[in-house]
């Protein structure tokens, strides 16, 4: 999509939000909307987006050239570092007439610094949470969006496959990661979305494990939890495999079989129409029936695109109307302290007429180091 009509889309969410403008800084709403680069950084950097009229930008003077070429106009107030930002800002906030407005901000990226510096200007808005804003537009993808997720998928599938030679007994977590990451960049990664979570034996328990000094064993389960991006546009997969050698513990087996009808279950429940909500219900339901619901202790999922986790949420109590477009994980687990854990990620879009599963990976709980 152009990035014009992204400019004229996110005036339309203001304007619909009720605000008078909104206030971006570097981060994935400001490449979202210019398709550039800018470093979040300690020197204030703050895009000023009215309702109607012409957009006001405060950059560092060193990046007065890359915004240049913003893809619309834009009155530019370069700010050199022997002066500070403060009168830049004051002059942006006067020609919108900012005093007393309503602006929109990034309320989970916004800092200090930015919202002083505009409490400070001459002209202080009054500030609220714009991150309902962004997300309207960021939830449902285009083509283009789309195409690069699809990407993002296979160039992390083709660099788990060729990890799993990789993973037998001895090895640590670490090195897992280590080697996972390097077969991510070199199948065509841009910078990883996050870095990958290798959990064996008892760290499965906890779904936020990193990668430690662990040995794999034989009879290990181990959770590997990985993605890659394209163009910016990140993917998120989970697969579990098992350390030859040994019988995992059965108790495992018996939570990757459940784990695994919720993970189909929640991907059948995505649909236009429907919400997160009854994602999160048709896979926690898979999960309660096995008797394991008290060891499923996260939302099912969260929204994919820019960002590792952004909107929609696969949970109860959100109640967005899925549309076609809209990428989100389906990732159900379930966490057995001292004992380990399971989990299967997947990546979903939302179609005219259902869902479709971007990944294609097995989801056989495979043995693998034999
Ligand atoms: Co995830």
Redesign the pocket.
């Known amino acids: 999509m152009q990035h014009t009509e992204r400019l004229a889309q996110l005036r339309e969410a203001i304007g619909a939000a009720g605000l008078d403008a909104i206030a971006v800084i570097p981060g994935p709403n400001l490449v979202y909307l210019t398709g550039l680069h800018f470093h979040l950084s300690e020197r204030a950097t703050i895009l000023l987006v009215p309702r109607h009229g012409r957009c006001a930008f405060v950059v560092p003077a060193l990046e007065e050239t890359k915004a240049l070429s913003l893809p619309f106009d834009a009155a530019l107030f370069p700010w050199p570092d022997a002066d500070g930002p403060a009168t830049a800002i004051t002059a942006a906030a006067a020609i919108l007439g900012l005093g007393g407005k309503r602006l929109g901000v990034e309320g989970r990226r916004i800092r200090f610094l930015e919202l002083d510096a505009l409490a400070r200007s001459g002209f202080p808005p009054r500030v609220e949470n714009g991150d309902g804003v962004f997300a309207t537009l960021r939830m449902a993808k285009d083509e283009d969006e789309l195409d690069a997720m699809r990407q993002a998928v296979g160039v992390a599938e083709a660099a788990f496959a060729a990890t799993l030679a990789f993973i037998r007994p001895g090895v640590t977590e670490k090195e897992v990661a280590a080697e996972l990451m390097v077969r991510t960049l070199n199948a065509g990664s841009g910078e990883l979305p996050f870095q990958p979570i290798i959990a064996s034996g008892p760290n499965g328990a906890n779904p936020h494990a990193g990668a430690g000094t662990r040995m794999l064993a034989a009879g290990d389960v181990v959770t590997i939890?990985w993605g890659a991006t394209v163009d910016g546009y990140a993917s998120?997969l989970?697969r579990c495999v098992v350390i030859a050698g040994a019988e995992p513990d059965p108790r495992l087996v018996a939570a990757y079989e459940a784990v695994r009808a919720a993970n189909e279950a929640g991907r059948a429940a995505a649909r236009p129409g429907g919400t997160g909500q009854d994602v999160d219900r048709a896979a926690r339901q898979a999960i309660v029936d096995a008797g394991l619901g008290a060891y499923f202790i996260h939302r099912t999922?969260?929204g994919?695109g820019l960002e590792?986790?952004e909107e929609p949420d696969m949970n109860e109590g959100s109640l967005v109307l899925l549309t076609p477009g809209m990428t989100f994980?389906v990732?159900p687990g379930v966490y057995i302290p001292g004992i380990g854990g399971v989990r299967i990620?997947d990546d979903v879009v939302i179609t005219a007429d259902g869902s479709e599963t971007l990944t294609t990976l097995s989801r056989e709980l495979l043995v693998v180091g034999g």
């Open positions: 939890d998120d989970t999922g969260h994919l590792g986790h994980t990732e990620e």
